[in-house]
């Protein structure tokens, strides 16, 4: 197995989870957030998945100059509706993400347009990964806060 499998198997059970997670949720709640400043439930699947448009763009060096979402303007329907409409854009991610050899992922240089830092593209590439991670976290204490019965992510 390559390297850009291994990844790639590790991006598919993180997304695996969390689609698991965001399934727990009921309609009722997509607006719930613990308070003013956080996102709500539904903004950060949208965050989560709408940032694999944005991954593809810096993985493959291209310019955010004038970076502009195809969420602009969409308005949040389901969870369900989410995973539909970024389904194409996370297919042409992984398939970038497929495309690189071991050498590429261990000397292409990424830098991080938000804070500049600069990482080897294999490393930024499990960044990516901790990124959804993290969020996946996040969703599991507002399950709980909520006091909603949560998925059994652990399998």
Known sequence: MTQSELIILNF???????????????KKYYNWKPDEKAMTAIEMV????????????????????????????????SITDELEFAEPYRKKFIESVRQFSDIELKNNEIIHPGNGDKKNLGEYLLRIGYHESVHAGQFL???????????DIWD
């Open 12 to 26: 598919t059970e993180i997304r695996r989870r969390s689609i698991k997670l965001w399934n727990g949720l009921p």
């Open 46 to 77: 949208r965050h989560v998945l709408e940032a694999d448009y944005g991954w593809n763009i810096i993985i493959n060096k291209g310019s955010i100059t004038n970076y502009k979402t195809p969420w602009e303007n969409r308005p949040f329907i």
């Open 141 to 151: 204490s507002y399950l709980r806060a909520i006091k909603i019965n949560r998925p």
